[in-house]
Antibody, heavy 117, light 110 residues
Framework: EVQLLESGGGLVQPGGSLRLSCAAS????????MTWVRQAPGKGLEWVSFIYSDNGATTYADSVKGRFTLSSDNSRDTLYLQMNSLRAEDTAVYYC??????????WGQGTMVTVSS | QSALTQPPSASGSPGQSVTISCTGS?????????VSWYQHHPGKAPKLMIYAVNKRPSGVPDRFSGSKSGNAASLTVSGLQTEDEADYYC??????????FGTGTKVTVL
């Protein structure tokens, strides 16, 4: 079964850091580009970051550029999102998703990040 | 990276059709044939319903269809069923390996 499982969410103070993980199974992780999407409470989905499977190149939304870093470990079939200098507006459920033809066909259940003092 | 514009809500009775619009710009919707649509039941993982404007992934009923004209795309759900009640989001490739989502539409089955 194709599956993505996020972990690492929690409560963090403004200015703090958190690292999210996304464990993949049921497909060849190293051959697939991956994405993070978030949803703030009561708000819509927001694209956050993307990583190419072949060269590890990454892109970021302007709202997180310079603060978030996306990486992958193909030996562990795991995606990581390092989040630094967290702000209250980063509070959201974070989903990892597998890319298909310029879309996202497999999603995890999400992990909640709360930034609050 | 401005969100695509969707109506906040749409509704229809069982068996009827509902169409959701998604308006962007020439930098996203109008510039690429890579609009996708997602069904999201709160608390669950979003589900891909349409990709590349009008293609359905395996397992998605043919009651769901997509189209695009200029800077606007749309999703039509025909033969509404109670399980179609959910939030729906459009998304478009926006160039340079970036994407943008729509503001979301809550579909209610009356």
């Amino acid at each position: 079964e194709v599956q993505l499982l996020e972990s690492g969410g929690g409560l963090v103070q403004p200015g703090g850091s958190l690292r999210l993980s996304c464990a993949a199974s049921g497909f060849t992780f190293s051959r697939n580009a991956m994405t993070w999407v978030r949803q703030a409470p009561g708000k819509g989905l927001e694209w956050v970051s993307f990583i190419y499977s072949d060269n590890g190149a990454t892109t970021y939304a302007d709202s997180v550029k310079g603060r978030f870093t996306l990486s992958s470990d193909n030996s562990r079939d795991t995606l990581y999102l390092q989040m630094n200098s967290l702000r209250a507006e980063d509070t959201a459920v974070y989903y990892c998703a597998k890319n298909t033809i310029f879309a996202f066909d497999i999603w995890g259940q999400g992990t909640m990040v709360t930034v609050s003092s | 990276q401005s969100a695509l514009t969707q109506p906040p809500s749409a509704s229809g009775s069982p068996g009827q059709s509902v169409t959701i619009s998604c308006t962007g710009s020439s930098s996203d919707v109008g510039g690429y044939n890579y609009v996708s649509w997602y069904q999201h039941h709160p608390g669950k993982a979003p589900k891909l319903m349409i990709y590349a404007v009008n293609k359905r992934p395996s397992g998605v009923p043919d009651r769901f269809s997509g189209s695009k004209s200029g800077n606007a795309a749309s999703l039509t759900v025909s033969g509404l069923q109670t399980e179609d009640e959910a939030d729906y989001y459009c998304s478009s490739f926006a160039g340079s390996s970036t994407w943008v989502f729509g503001t979301g539409t809550k579909v209610t089955v009356l």
